[in-house]
């Protein structure tokens, strides 16, 4: 017996034809952000901003 295909992508490539409801990203919108430098979503709480070339830009508190 084969496993069920949940998602599957259209002859055109463009669009899923099933795709299952929700997100990887948990909490409320704007809840995580991502780390400049190492990329890992995490709660903003555990990010601490700074500047860079004019633009404010977030990194891990803790270090990477």
């Known amino acids: 017996m084969q496993d069920e295909i949940k998602t599957k992508v259209r002859a055109g490539g463009l669009r899923y034809q099933s795709k ?3 997100t990887a990203f948990a909490g409320p919108f704007g809840g995580t952000m991502s780390c400049i430098l190492c990329s890992r979503h995490m709660p903003r709480s555990r990010l601490e901003s700074f500047r860079l ?8 508190r803790d270090g990477c």
């Open 20 to 22: 299952s409801p929700g």
């Open 53 to 60: 070339a004019g633009n404010l830009q977030y990194r891990c």
